[in-house]
Structures are given as structure tokens and as C-alpha cells.
């Protein structure tokens, strides 16, 4: 019987050809993600005269933490933080509603007109948001929300692609399972509150975090449809960092790190979740 130790002991297979090109090609993936954010941290860390200086170079030649110093004394990062999570909360709890019921209703129900409300719901994936930009404000202003929290929430929450997700994995779910709580007594919510959003909580998990992200970096909304500076979200009070000799490299640098730093955090804690969201909603559409 072999042993731990006999299988520690035992010499490694050398890498195949294959495996070393693999391996190149990741390191090569993975060093393009990671420079722009090296270069970003290695900026901040500069003085704005360095910072400016053409042509640029990499290692700052004095280290300095000025610019994170002067970005938290001169802007207001704590109200531009708790604005985006107000914001970016608000809008990924609508999407999960909306989208978890309406891709529920259109894989289980049947009803006059399913199939033309389902395209359009699904012509939704086909427009920019930028092309609804104008339209958009146009009606948010008739409504009074410009310069408000749900001015920057509400249309953030037209979740097309989302209700598509979930409409096919709904569609993968066994209709056995609802059937034996129907004849049980159950009704149609507690089904669906006891049974499917159970096991769809990976594809929610996954929805909720892509729509947390969105709205986390959505700057040209917020910026539209406000001018208020206390609702200015983190990238639109980023996008301020200037003064009368132009745009401060520096802080902008150190802005955009701490505007990434929750999202980094996202992707670290719920890597997992993210995968098997993703995994579970292909096979859930084949």
C-alpha cells in the first residue's frame, strides 16, 4: 500500500510541451491585467511634478504618499464611498427582485403575448445604454429625480441580460420538484421562495455580484443626472481631481485604486460563487 511519505518522495513528472505553453501564455494574460494596476500604485505613490514628468518612467525616484494624503484632505472620499454603495446596494437588491420574478414568470407561467413580451425584453440586449442616455433623463426629469438617489438608481434597473440568465435556469429546473409541493398544498410563492430560490442561489450570487460591479463603476448615468457634488459617486468625484494647472495624475492614480478596492474585495470573497454561477447557468441553457 503506498504511503504519504512514499508519495512525497517520489520524483515529479517533467512538464510537457503543452503545459509549458499554457503556462507562458498565463503569465503573459496575467501580466497585462496586473500592469495597469502596478503602474496606477507606482503613479500614486510619485510626487504630481514626478507624475507629469514626459517621458514617463516606472519606479518613482522619491516615494511619497502625498497624493493619497492630499486626495482624503481636498476631496470628499468618505460621501463619494458611502454614495456608491447606497447606490450600487439599492440597485443590485432591484435587479435581484425584478429579474429573479420576471425570469420565474416567463420559464413557468404561460400567457397571451409571452413570446412578443419576451423580445422585448430581449431587444434590451441589443440597445447601449448610451443610446437611451437622452431618453432617459428626459423622463427622469419630468419625474422630478433629478439630483436624487433614485434618479441614479431606478433606470439602472432594466436588468435584460439578467432576466435572461435566470429565464434559462429556471427553464433547467426539474418541473418535477414544483409539482410535488403543488400536491402538497403549496402555492406558487411559496414555491418559489421554498424551493427555486434555494437552488438558484449560485446564478443569484452571480447576478448580484455583476450588477454590484456595473453600477459600482457606472459613471456616465450619475453624471448625467446629477450636479449636486454631495451624490457624486466614487468615479464621477474621482473624475474632479484638478486644479488650476490641470488634472492631478497622482491622486488620480490614487483615486482609482481606492475606488477598485471594493471590487478587488468582491471578486476575492466570492470567486466561487462567480464560478459556479457561471457553471450552473450554461448548463442550466443547454
Known amino acids: 500500500m503506498t504511503t504519504a511519505a512514499q508519495l512525497s518522495k517520489s520524483p515529479r513528472k517533467p512538464w510537457t510541451p503543452s503545459q509549458i505553453i499554457l503556462t507562458i501564455l498565463g503569465v503573459a494574460v496575467s501580466a497585462v491585467f496586473v500592469a495597469p494596476i502596478a503602474a496606477a500604485l507606482l503613479t500614486s505613490l510619485k510626487s504630481e511634478a514626478e507624475a507629469a514628468e514626459i517621458p514617463p518612467h516606472w519606479v518613482p525616484e522619491v516615494w511619497t504618499t502625498q497624493a493619497w494624503k492630499s486626495l482624503w484632505e481636498t476631496g470628499n472620499v468618505t460621501n463619494w464611498f458611502v454614495n456608491s454603495l447606497v447606490v450600487s446596494v439599492c440597485v443590485t437588491s432591484v435587479v435581484l427582485a425584478v429579474s429573479a420574478l420576471a425570469g420565474y414568470g416567463f420559464a413557468r407561467t404561460?400567457?397571451?403575448?409571452?413570446?412578443?413580451l419576451m423580445g422585448i425584453v430581449m431587444s434590451g440586449l441589443m440597445i447601449s445604454p448610451a443610446v437611451l442616455g437622452v431618453p432617459l433623463f428626459t423622463t427622469v426629469q419630468q419625474m422630478g429625480m433629478v439630483d436624487t438617489y433614485w434618479g441614479m438608481i431606478l433606470p439602472q434597473c432594466a436588468p435584460a441580460a439578467m432576466v435572461y440568465i435566470l429565464y434559462k435556469f429556471f427553464q433547467g429546473i426539474p418541473r418535477e420538484l414544483e409539482e410535488a409541493a403543488f400536491i402538497d398544498g403549496a402555492g406558487r410563492w411559496r414555491v418559489f421562495f421554498t424551493i427555486v430560490v434555494p437552488l438558484a442561489r449560485p446564478s443569484l450570487a452571480a447576478v448580484g455580484i455583476f450588477t454590484f460591479i456595473a453600477s459600482w463603476n457606472n459613471f456616465l448615468w450619475p453624471y448625467m443626472v446629477t450636479n449636486n457634488p454631495d451624490l457624486m459617486t466614487m468615479p464621477n468625484g474621482i473624475a474632479?481631481?484638478?486644479?488650476?494647472?490641470?488634472?492631478?495624475?497622482?491622486?488620480?492614480?490614487?483615486?482609482?485604486?481606492?475606488?477598485?478596492?471594493?471590487?478587488?474585495?468582491?471578486?476575492?470573497?466570492?470567486?466561487?460563487?462567480?464560478?459556479?454561477?457561471?457553471?450552473?447557468?450554461?448548463l442550466a441553457g443547454q
Do not use: C, D
Not at 252 to 270: D, E, K, N, S, T
Not at 273 to 278: D, F, L, R, T, W
Open 110 to 116: 404561460e400567457f397571451r403575448g409571452k413570446s412578443v
Open 240 to 282: 474632479t481631481v484638478m486644479n488650476s494647472y490641470g488634472i492631478q495624475w497622482a491622486q488620480l492614480m490614487a483615486g482609482g485604486l481606492m475606488a477598485g478596492l471594493p471590487l478587488i474585495v468582491v471578486f476575492v470573497f466570492f470567486q466561487r460563487q462567480i464560478v459556479a454561477g457561471v457553471a450552473h447557468t450554461g
